[in-house]
């Protein structure tokens, strides 16, 4: 529906806003995601349940991998991207500088969602959900995770 809507745009290039918009949504969730997992941290409710060393079972295993599916997925616009840089015709500069940019947000968005995993199962061990705002569902104020909720919602449309 959101595709239908967006394709009806006469001068669909011309949307750069949208994707700063979805830039700064996936910023903001992270960070309140980062932050809320920070507060659970420093509140020590105890040891968590993690079998981080050790020889895992089969579930471990297979959640492992899952992570590892997960990551590739969330990767997956690399070959749009190789697409893209093939099909524009650009000067050498113009092929440096985008060069660069991609690695900046690359490198930046990989190290960001890492510290939210990161930071996540250290708060919650092995009973981190897969969707980490979920897990702080009690968490009062609410309204810092809905907020982060609807930072998400805007991130993915914007993506879409």
């Not at 991609?102 to 897969?130: E, M, R």
């Amino acid at each position: 529906m959101v595709q239908i809507v967006l394709s009806q745009i006469p001068n669909f290039r011309k949307l750069s806003c949208v994707s700063k918009i979805a830039s700064a949504m996936s910023f903001t969730y992270s960070l309140i995601g980062i932050a809320l997992s920070l507060a659970k941290i420093l509140q020590g409710n105890g040891p968590f349940e993690s079998t981080l060393a050790g020889f895992p079972d089969e579930d471990k295993i297979w959640n492992i991998l899952s992570a590892i599916g997960d990551i590739a997925f969330a990767y997956s616009f690399s070959t749009n991207l190789i697409n893209i840089q093939d099909t524009v015709k650009w000067s050498a500069q113009e092929k440096k500088v985008m060069k660069n940019a991609i690695s900046i947000a690359i490198t930046t968005t990989s190290k960001l969602y890492l510290l939210f995993a990161l930071t996540g199962y250290a708060a919650f061990g092995n009973a981190v959900p897969g969707n980490l705002l979920a897990g702080f569902s009690s968490f009062k104020p609410f309204w810092i995770v809905d907020i982060a909720n609807i930072c998400l919602t805007i991130n993915l449309f914007g993506g879409y």
